[in-house]
């Protein structure tokens, strides 16, 4: 099953930019999938689109099979199941230490409070940031709040996981240490789409990579075909 299609999505901005021509992207269930372009080609609008932040223009998104639903509640239901990590870990952490930071997601679900702190240990142990519960998130590493973002998607427990350049800004062996992360989460069953102009990284584990460029999307297909002639 394709856990996230869009068909024939256009975007534009309302201040007239046209950020997405048409785009036809699915991902199937369990798998990596890579989506590969220069900066402004449309990476993150089109991501933006998976858990409901945009809105088609024209065309249709669809996340496990249904329509997104933009109604509040709809979205609310979406955003457990699609979890999107930014590629500036700054968008998304605010709280004063790094506990209160994976807790907001759950906490916004009214999950009893054991429940919430028995998911933000279990999120950062997994991503390997346990010990670090009281810090302040703006004391970290780039690795470091890269992981922890990934920490308060964790704690929403999505099926999907959707990340905009995971590893850029990252040193060698911080961005080695978020892939070799992602591949366990993908492991462990959770669909995971990543943006990323490092080619060398994706040829090794995607199932599906696509290009885009100017909003279009101009190649897709397995690493094997879709590097074959670079
Ligand atoms: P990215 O490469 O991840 O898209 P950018 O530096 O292009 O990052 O964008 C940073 C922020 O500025 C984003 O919130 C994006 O939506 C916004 N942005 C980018 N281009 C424009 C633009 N032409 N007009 C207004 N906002 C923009
Ligand atoms: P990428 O993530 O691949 O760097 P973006 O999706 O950020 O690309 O941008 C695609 C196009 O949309 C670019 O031309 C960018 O300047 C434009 N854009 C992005 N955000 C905004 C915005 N908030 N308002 C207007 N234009 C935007």
Redesign the pocket.
């Known amino acids: 099953m394709n856990v996230v299609e869009t068909v024939d999505v256009t975007y534009q901005?309302p201040?007239g930019?046209k950020a997405l021509n048409e785009i036809n992207f699915t991902a199937p269930e369990g798998k990596i999938i890579a989506l590969l372009g220069p900066?402004?080609a449309g990476?993150?609008?089109l991501f933006?689109h998976f858990n409901g932040i945009l809105k088609p223009t024209t065309g249709c998104v669809k996340i496990e099979g249904n329509p997104v639903n933009y109604e509040r509640k709809g979205l609310k239901k979406l955003r457990q199941r699609i979890g999107i990590v930014?590629?500036?870990p700054d968008?998304q952490l605010f709280a004063p230490t790094v506990a209160e930071d994976v807790a907001f997601g759950p906490l916004n679900l009214d999950l009893p409070k054991e429940e919430v702190e028995s998911r933000v240990e279990e999120a950062l142990k997994r991503v390997g940031m346990e010990g670090f519960e009281n810090k302040p998130p703006h004391h970290l590493s780039g690795g470091q709040k890269k992981r922890v973002a990934i920490a308060g998607i964790l704690a929403m427990q999505p099926k999907i996981m959707v990340l905009?350049?995971p590893t850029s800004g990252l040193d060698p062996r911080g961005a080695s240490q978020i892939m070799k992360l992602l591949y366990k989460l993908n492991r462990e069953g959770i669909t995971i789409i990543i943006s990323t102009h490092d080619v060398d990284l994706v040829p090794l584990y995607a199932y599906q990579v696509y290009i885009i460029s100017e909003g279009n999307i101009i190649k897709e297909g397995s690493p094997q075909n879709v590097f074959a002639d670079v």
């Open positions: 901005y201040d930019t900066n402004g990476k993150s609008t933006l930014f590629q500036n968008d905009d350049e």
